[in-house]
């Protein structure tokens, strides 16, 4: 009886162990379980990034997922219409008629289109596009998104073509679509578009568009920003690059990404200050000019005083000197009197 409380004992803090560690999570139905470990030096996750996020350490956001959507027309079959929701629901099945449905379907329109109008404007680069790949159509279903384009606008101003798909060709860009701007390069705006200029159907399954974490960059925003003077989340999220502002840096540091300390007696927002004349050309506090006060030397060089020691120093009738020169000045005149006293005797004898 009592090992059997004992099992009933371990068994409940092995369920209350994994509750903490798991948390389970709906979202239009789509049931899933998160796991939360990120590894502290490295950043990387080791299970699964919460929905609607993704790249190895999960900080890279999709910021389609759930939003508005419209599209040219609605294809409905077996009493179902595949509207353009579909496409930003979470699910990345490719086949149109396996359920739950989670393709998108127009009717044969020219332009074909689809639209998602985002909860802010970005700068948008990286998409990831889900492509139908069942063979229910005349021929490879997966051909008709050829020579797609994907365009950013918002309400100020008319699409920028991002991108440009130049397959003419075989089953059609691919499955899945891993892509960035290769017309304009990055693209300001709140609403992504993606359409086909010729009479057919557009099918879409998944459309997720990436943005970087604040104070993240990089192709998987797996980079850390560096010290800008606005902030870390001021980065470019491509290059990583802070903004081309006066100061550009924090204290301490300088460069493009704001990543390099300051060296060489410099110190100060960008780099810009140099130190004053510390106690043997000593390297100043890179973030306040500070020079460093050792144990048994002297903050400054002989004739400077002040913690960044720039002011000179007036030594007056009666004041102190510091103990360090002292002491260095009769170590030394000991030194040169031996040397004469030996000079003396050698010559003497």
């Avoid at 609403?191 to 998944?206: A, D, G, Q, R």
């Avoid at 106690?279 to 100043?284: A, G, L, S």
Wanted: charged share 15%.
């Amino acid at each position: 009886m009592e090992d059997r409380k004992k099992l009933i004992s371990r068994a409940l803090l092995l369920v209350m162990g994994i509750t903490f560690v798991l948390y389970y999570q709906k979202e239009d139905d789509l049931d899933y379980f998160v796991l939360h470990q990120c590894n502290e030096e490295t950043g990387l996750c080791s299970g699964n990034c919460t929905l609607g996020w993704d790249g190895p350490t999960c900080s890279r956001r999709n910021v389609a997922f759930n939003q508005s959507t419209t599209q040219s027309s609605d294809y409905s079959e077996k009493g179902f219409n595949f509207t353009s929701g579909l496409a930003v629901d979470g699910r990345t099945a490719l086949q149109l008629l396996s359920e739950p449905y989670t393709c998108t379907h127009t009717t044969n329109d020219l332009p074909a289109s689809w639209t998602v109008t985002l909860d802010a404007q970005y700068n948008i680069y990286r998409f990831r596009i889900y492509n139908r790949n069942d063979s229910d159509c005349p021929g490879p279903c997966g051909k008709r998104l050829n020579g797609f384009s994907l365009s950013v606008g918002n309400s100020s101003q008319s699409y920028k073509i991002c991108y440009q798909d130049n397959t003419t060709a075989g089953k059609g860009p691919g499955d899945i679509i891993n892509g960035v701007c290769n017309v304009s390069g990055p693209v300001f705006g709140n609403t992504v578009n993606i359409s086909i200029n010729t009479s057919k159907s557009l099918t879409l399954c998944e459309v997720q568009i990436f943005v970087c974490a604040p104070g993240t960059y990089g192709p998987e925003c797996g980079r850390r920003c560096g010290n800008c003077a606005q902030g870390p989340s001021a980065c470019n999220t491509t290059s990583g690059h802070c903004p081309q502002r006066t100061p550009r840096c924090m204290e301490g540091y300088s460069g493009l990404k704001c990543d390099t300390e300051c060296r060489n007696n410099t110190w100060g927002k960008d780099c810009q200050e140099t130190c004053g004349n510390c106690y043997n050309k000593t390297e100043c506090n890179a973030v306040t000019g500070e020079c460093p006060l050792a144990t048994g030397n002297p903050r400054c060089d002989l004739g400077y005083t002040g913690t960044d020691c720039v002011k000179e120093a007036q030594i007056s009738p009666g004041r102190k000197v510091d103990p360090a020169y002292i002491g260095g000045g009769v170590a030394a005149a000991v030194v040169l009197i031996t040397i004469v006293v030996v000079v003396v005797m050698v010559t003497v004898s």
